[in-house]
């Protein structure tokens, strides 16, 4: 169920119902105009959104149309499958390698040189 927006203000008072009618996957220069305009005379909801999770390559296209909604006191939360880490965490864990390689390459670069002198007299 979807809420209806009614004059630019959010109007919780009502739930919709759509029924799907398409669901399309698109490339990501392939969105056309007339894919997601208005229909005169049918009552449409378009959602369109970036798919896959994360790399957001294609486009996906949901239509749907109104219909008597068949429980319109019972609400379905949907819960997302990704899990979103604190940025916080996930800097300095990615950092720590990068900067631990960045600091390590020039020593062994000086260590190799040392080695390989020593070896060559």
Known sequence: MLRET???GVNFRRALALLMIIVVVL???SVRLFQIQIV?????????????????SHRLLVRGSRIENIEPE???NVITEAYQIDP???TPAVAAPMLGILLLSPIIA????VVSKR???
Do not use: H, M, R, W
């Open 88 to 90: 916080l965490i996930v």
């Open 74 to 76: 019972k609400v379905v």
């Open 110 to 113: 000086i260590l190799a040189k």
């Open 119 to 121: 070896l060559n007299d």
């Open 6 to 8: 009614s004059g630019g």
């Open 27 to 29: 490339g990501i220069f």
């Open 40 to 56: 005169q005379g049918e009552d449409l909801c378009t959602l369109l959104t970036c798919t896959p999770y994360g790399v957001n």
